[in-house]
C-alpha cells in the first residue's frame, strides 16, 4: 500500500507541471483528492492494513494530500498572476497619446439670430419679457384695434382652440400683457413663438418667431424719430455699420402712422440684384406709433402717453443674415447645415 501510495504521488506531481492547464489541474484534483478519488479509496482500504502500519499509512495519506492540495494552490495562483500581467500588458495605457476628442453641441442658428438681437436691443436699455403662447381673442387681436371683420381673424390664417382660445399669431401679444400690467415709461422686448395655418414652405412656417419690441412714455416725450433712431441703431449693430435703412408708409391696424423698414441689400449691397429684385432694398420689419385705440384698450390716456412698436420675424432675419434661401433648412435639424453655424464653438 505505500508503494501504491508513492506511485500516486509521482504521477500526481508529474501530471501538476508548470505547463498544466486549468482542465488538467482539475482531472489531477478530482482523481486524486475527489469524493471517489484513489486517496479516498486508500482511506477506505485501511481495514487491510496491518494494524502496526496503520499510523504511517495515515500520515502518508495525509502527506500526500496537502502536497497535492499546495501543489495545486500554487499553480492556480500562477496561473492568475500570468493572467493578469497579460490583460495589463494588452490594456498598456499610454499617457502620451492625444485624448478622443469629445463632441460638444452649439446653438441652433436661429437661436444664435435671438440671443444676439436680445443681446442688441438689451444693450440699448431694452428689457426682455416673455408672454404667453396661448392666447385669447381681446389680447392677440382686439386690444390691438383688429376690427371684428379683419381677415386674420378668419379660420383660415389663425389656430383656433376649444373654448375660445387661439395660438398666438404675432408677438403683439407682448405689448397688451405687459402694458396692462405695468405704467409707464417701458422699453420692452417680447420673443416667442407665433403660429399660422401656413404650409411649411421656403418662405414659410406653421410655427415661426418674432421679436415684438416698443417704447412707451409721456406724449411729447417720445416720437417717431426715437423709432427711427432705436431701428437704425438695432439694424447697423446687427448687420453691419455700413448697412442702408429706409422707411416706407405702410399700414397695420395697431400703428398710426405705420412704417416698413427696408435695409439695403445684403448681396448686392444697394446696386440691385436677382435677390432684391433690382431694387436694392429688402424688407425686414414692420413699425409704427402705437395706435390711441390700442393704448385705450390697456389703460392709458393717449393724451397723456405715446409710444412706438416694431415687430421682426427671426428667421426671416436669419434668412438675410446667414445667407439661407429656404426657411425649412431651419426646421430640419440636419446636422451637415447645422454644423455650418457653429459660432458658439471656439475654433479648433
Ligand atoms: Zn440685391
Redesign the pocket.
Known sequence: MKAQLEEIRTRALGELSDEADEAQIEAVRVRVLGRSGELTEIMRRMREVPPAEKPLVGRLVNEIKNEVEARIAQLVEHRRREALSRSLAEARLDVTLPGLRMPRGWSHPLTQTRERMLEIFEAMGFEVVETQDLEDDFHNFGALNFPPDHPAREMQDTFFLPGGMLLRTHTSNGQIRVMERRSPPLAIVCPGNCYRRDELSVRASPMFSQIEGFMVDRAGVISMAHLKGVIAEFLRAFFGPDTGVRFRASFFPFTEPSAEVDIS????????????K???W?EILGSGMIHPNVLRAVGYDPMQYAGFAFGMGIERTSLLKLGVDDMRLFFENDLRFLAQFRAGEAAS
Not at 448686392?268 to 435677390?275: D, E, L, N, T, W
Open positions: 441689400c445684403l448681396l448686392c449691397k444697394g446696386a440691385g440684384c436677382r435677390v432684391c433690382q431694387s436694392g429688402t
